[in-house]
Each structure stands twice: as C-alpha cells, then as structure tokens.
C-alpha cells in the first residue's frame, strides 16, 4: 500500500475477497476450507481492506488522525447490520448461498469504492487536516535518543517520520506489538466462540447472531468517541481504556446467563472497547511513528500480534472441550 497506493491494493483485495467467497460455495473438505479461507479471503481482506483503510486516513489527517480512522473504520460496525440477514440466509437456503451472496455483494460493493480511494494529499497539491498553509518543521527522525526510548509525539509536536527499520529498533514498537496482541487474544476468542457460546446458553441461532449484530453496531460508537478522545487527548492512555473495557465485557459475557440486563451490558461495555481500541490501536501507531511508513510499520506489527488473534480462539475452543463450558475461558 504504500508503495503502490491503497486504490490498486484495495481493488486487488475487493476482487480476492469476492472471488474467495464464491469459491467458498463449493468447498467440499476441510483442506479446501483452510485454502480459500487462509490463502484467498484473509489475504485479500488484509491487503484490500485492513491497510488500505487505514493508510489513508492517517495519510490525509495529523491533527484529526483519530476521528479519520474512526470514520473509516465505523464501516466495520455498519457491516453487522447484515450479520441478521446472511444468519436468515444460511438457515434457510443454506450457508453456500449465503457464500455466495456475501461474494457478488462484495464485488458489486467494493470495486466502485476502491476507485475514490488516493494516497496522500501532497500528490494533489493538499495539505493534510484540509490546511491551506502550513509551516513544515524539521520532522522527528531516528536519533539514538529516540530510538532508545519510548518516544510519543504528541499532536503539537512535530510530525513523527520513521521508517520501518527505525521503528523496528524502538523498545515502543515492541510494547505495543505486544500489548495489541494480547488484546487480540480477547477479541480473537469472543469474536469466534460468541455465537457459539451463545447458543450453549440457550438462544437459538437467529439470536445469537442478531446480538452480533448489535455487537457490530455498536461498536461504532467507540470507533467515534474513542477516536474523538484520541485527537484530545494522548492516544496511548485513551487506548489503554479501551482495552480495560474489552476485559471487563469478557467478564461480562461469562455471566450472561443471569439474564437480559447482563447481556445488553456486555453488547455496551465489550463492543465500545472493542470498537474504540481498533481506532486507538491506529491513532497511536501514527502519534509515534508517523506517516512515512505507516502502511509498512502496521502490518508488521500486525504480524507480530497475530499470535494472540489466533491463540485465543483455539484456547476459548480448547477450554470448552475440557469443561464443556466457555465460562473459564
């Protein structure tokens, strides 16, 4: 993405996906399962959707990076308002048709968007945040000062401007690798074992999805304020709060069985935090390291968190064949 741009990337992506999901109607092992899943959907939602999204707006936005991302991202949080109707199609008409639904709507959905998609606004004779005039200080490169500590650049400071080698050299690079990874073990393990767990306590299929749904939505509520409150404030603590919150809903939903107020209070507590920390998470990568090779620093320190996205799900799945219970998990 940022060499090539994010409007080829996500075109790339939009068709992988696409093409990923009308192959997934006619699997018919588990091996082919993982091949179109793991090799032609993930990929393509990675290199079409994940970075370009988020490149852009921390291309075009210093000062507003965190409600640019946040706005960018709340179109995760609409997508669950279809989680109800592929849940209806895959219960009547069965999950290939849905597959196949998911993938022409993708297709039909996503080429024409990719197409407004653009770079930076230097390349057009802009300026980032819409300014007409700007005084350009001396960006904040690698110093060995710098790269020693966990340097934050705050939203008054001059703009961060480090490669992917500097910030591999950061002690700060690897803390928030870290600590992004363990909140991907949370939401790893919620996002795939919520519905099945759900249904373990006796909701039927439609519910459980539904609720889903309201997860997704709501979500965008915290992709908003949160990414609000990180243009205001230093993103790494409005982070940080984000995160206590997707803690405090995994707690929150192994008690759901207590009734309807525990359940709608995890929808609010878990998918704001949820919501809030995948705008957060992007606002501070910016605030530290700035535009130069943001696509490049995210998706390496994307890689390296990845343990957690997939651990939790194996552990939650793991601790549910030991106990036949999710409530440890």
Known sequence: VGRYG????????????????????????????????????????????????????????????????????????????????????????????????????????????????????EDYGLLPDGERHRQVPEPVVARPEAVSAAHYIGRDSPEANFSLKDALKMPVFWYLAVAFGLRQFAVGAISLHQVPFLVDTGRSLQTATTILAFVTVTSIIGRLGFGWLADRFP??????????????????????????????????????????????????????????????ISGTMDFVQMFGLVLGPIYAG????VTESYAIA
Not at 254 to 282: C, R
Request: proline residues 4%.
């Open 235 to 296: 993103p790494r603590y409005v982070m940080a709060l984000s995160m206590m919150m997707v803690g405090l809903g995994a707690f929150i939903l192994s008690n759901v069985n207590d009734g309807l107020p525990m359940l709608l209070l995890f929808v609010v507590v878990y998918a704001i935090g949820w919501g809030g920390g995948a705008t957060t998470m992007n606002a501070t990568r910016g605030a530290y390291f700035g535009r130069r090779a943001f696509g490049t």
């Open 6 to 121: 994010p409007r080829r990337m996500m075109t790339i992506g939009v068709i992988m996906m696409g093409i990923g999901f009308l192959l997934m109607s006619l699997v018919t092992s588990l091996v082919m399962f993982y091949i179109v899943f793991l090799a032609i959907i993930s990929v393509g939602m990675s290199i079409g959707i994940r970075v370009p999204a988020l490149v852009a707006p921390a291309n075009w936005f210093i000062k507003k990076r965190g409600m640019a991302i946040g706005i960018s991202l709340s179109g995760g949080g609409l997508g669950g308002i279809f989680v109800p109707i592929l849940g209806w199609l895959i219960v009547s008409y069965g999950w290939r048709t849905a597959a196949v639904v998911a993938g022409l709507s993708i297709l039909a959905l996503g080429i024409p968007i990719s197409t407004i998609m653009r770079k930076r606004p």
């Open 318 to 321: 793991f601790v549910f064949d």
